[in-house]
Each structure stands twice: as C-alpha cells, then as structure tokens.
C-alpha cells in the first residue's frame, strides 16, 4: 500500500472513524491535495458527505490587512452554522508560506481572535460532549520543510516517521502507543499537584479531580501526549520556556511567565514581549493555563516550528494559555487556546512532593 493511502487510512478510519450520512469538512491548501483526495474518496466510499475548504495564506493575509474594524469583529452566521452542524473536521496543516501574517498589526489578531471566541466555545462544548469528531494532521510542503531546516525528502521522513506510517499495521503502533499512555494518565490521576523544577523555573499546578487525557493520535495526528486542565485559580511560580512561542508566523522567543493564583502577572520575551503581551490581554482567560501535558512521542526528535509536532517531543512538557478542554474538567473560557513548549532534559518534576519525573522521562517506579 502506498504512504499516502495508509495515511488517508489512518485519518478517515482511525482518527475520525468517518461514516455513512456524515457530514465531513477537509481544509488545507492546494499543496495537500494528494492527501485529501484519499480522504475524500474514502468518506464518499463509506457513505458520507465530504466538502473541501481550500486555505490560502495571501487571502488570509489580505483579510486581515485590508479588513476595517468593524468586519474584523464580525462572526459570520454561516461560520458557526458549519461548526455547529458537521459530524467531522479534518485540518490539514499544509502550508505554501509559513509567515504570510509577519507585517501585519498584531493588534489585529488580538480583535479577530475577541470575535471568533464563540467558534472556540462552540468547539470545546462539542469536543467535550463527543458530539464532534475531528483531528489535524500535517502534509509534507516545502515551506513547511524550509521553516524546520530541513530537505523536503528529509522532511517527509519526518513526518511518516512521527506518524508511524512506516510500521508494517499504524494503526496497531498508534494503539499501542495510547496502551502506554494510559498507563501515565492513569497514574497522574492519583496527584493533586503537579510541580516543575528548572534552571529559572519553579512552577506548581493543583490538578486533583482534573481528569488526564490520553491523546491517542484520534484528535491529533501524530498524537502522543497526555493533558489536563489545571485548577484556574491556583498555578503558582514562574516558568521559561526552551523553544519559542508561535503564533501565526511569529516567533516569540525566550518566554517567561510568572503565576499568581492562577494568572499570568508577569511576562516578559527576548523577542516579540510586544505580541505576547498583546495576546495575554485578548479577554480575562488569556492569562489562564487552559492545559498541561507531558509529550510523549519519543519518535519526534527534534523542534520543527510546528506546534503539532513540537509538543508532542518525548521530554518535554507544554502549557496553553486560554481554553481549557472541557473534557479535562478544566473550566477557563479564552479566544485563544496557544500552547507554548519547554523542553525537560534537565528538569525535574514532582507530583505531591515525590518525583516522577527526570532526565526527560517518566522514573520507571510511576509505569
């Protein structure tokens, strides 16, 4: 079987078990056609209704250079129609310029991101009750490959590779990757909190009765991490981040947050404090963890300037300022959910005061 029909496999069955009478939306640019065209005839096959939204970073970035206030503001009806009414959501980050935004007023995302918070509520309700099934996936481009530092070929490799799409059956090395994580989520479950030791970090979360998430590969393709939602109320300490911030083609560098009772009080970057600050200030949940996960894909071995891949490197931890998850039992409301990632090689975590946690992995005695 070919790569690209394991991978539309793997999407349309595993990820998102596509069925008869579903209503199926596909987005990504041209460069993913390939992809989508096996994930489209597979839904046709079994039954459902697919449509293809085409993404274009120079439309993208026209709206948002040319568009007065008041359309920046503006939540189409038929936006949250769509969200609403479809069964499932294939995102497929395929970009053709990974920095279409970078002379745009960041003022402006901090207002288009205001508007659309009701799509991200509307989303989370649905991801929480199960009433939507959706993941986003990566397609090999140029562009993509050119931000990582890498050949195309190499790059592609890359992917497959964190995809498990060169294993004889992906679809039994994903399940036993989500066996394996069970066995930690499981085992985090039993802390009430949650703290991490660092060179310029000492962070504590409180996360009992806050429930662990095993991401399988279903929501996200590559998966490989396990999340939750902290208390809102109670982080507490400072915490520097190793990799950069990423946000629509900007590089925030050198992140440090400070925490009290919960919120961001404190924030200050190498380079882009102006946007971080900007985006800390979007509404009263930006300031808010909205998730914390350990990564956990051993087969992703290096930062590529994709967050989908970023923060599932096995050894390190990320945090999402924003959005809780509601099926975490996190309760925070933000426009933005925006994961930021560390690497742990020489940190140590703790969980009720016992580590758990050191050298970029789990101490055998928690497994």
């Not at 096995?314 to 933005?336: D, K, Q, V, W």
Request: hydrophobic residues 40%.
């Amino acid at each position: 079987m070919r790569d690209i029909d394991k991978y539309a496999r793997l999407i349309a069955e595993y990820c998102t078990a596509i069925s008869k009478g579903d209503e199926v939306l596909i987005s990504g640019t041209v460069e993913a056609l390939p992809l989508v065209r096996e994930i489209y005839r597979l839904a046709v096959s079994r039954g459902a209704y697919p449509r293809f939204v085409v993404d274009d970073e120079e439309l993208t970035e026209i709206f948002y250079r040319y568009a007065p206030k008041d359309v920046l503001e503006y939540l189409s009806p038929i936006d949250r129609f769509i969200l609403e009414n479809i069964d499932v959501r294939i995102g497929i980050i395929s970009s053709t310029h990974t920095k279409p935004l970078i002379g745009v007023d960041p003022s402006r995302f901090r207002i288009r991101s205001a508007a659309t918070r009701k799509l991200t509520e509307i989303f989370m309700k649905r991801d929480g009750e199960g009433s939507l099934r959706w993941t986003v996936t990566a397609y090999p481009t140029k562009a993509l490959a050119q931000e990582a530092g890498m050949s195309i070929i190499d790059y592609r490799d890359f992917i497959y590779n964190a995809l498990k799409l060169y294993s004889p059956d992906p679809v039994q090395a994903w399940i036993k990757q989500a066996e394996s994580q069970a066995k930690i989520a499981d085992k985090l479950s039993r802390f009430s909190e949650i703290r991490v030791v660092d060179e310029d970090t000492n962070l504590t979360l409180r996360v009992d009765g806050r429930i662990w998430i095993n991401d399988d590969g279903k929501k996200n393709m590559p998966g490989g991490e396990v999340f939750t939602g902290p208390h809102e109320d109670a982080t507490e300490g400072y915490i520097t981040f190793t990799y950069p911030a990423l946000w629509r083609g900007y590089e925030i560098e050198g992140v440090r947050l400070k925490f009290e009772r919960g919120r961001v009080v404190e924030a200050s970057a190498r380079k882009g404090e102006d946007l971080l600050k900007a985006m800390l200030d979007v509404d009263e949940g930006a300031r808010v963890v909205g998730e914390f996960a350990f990564g956990l894909n051993y087969d992703i071995k290096r930062h590529t300037k994709q967050v989908l891949f970023d923060e599932k490197i096995g050894g390190t931890i990320h945090m999402a300022l924003g959005a809780s998850y509601p099926s975490t039992g996190g309760r925070n409301m933000s426009a933005i959910h925006w994961d930021i990632v560390k690497d742990t090689g020489k940190a140590k975590i703790y969980g009720d005061g016992d580590l758990i946690y050191e050298n970029g992995k789990f101490i055998q005695d928690i497994l």
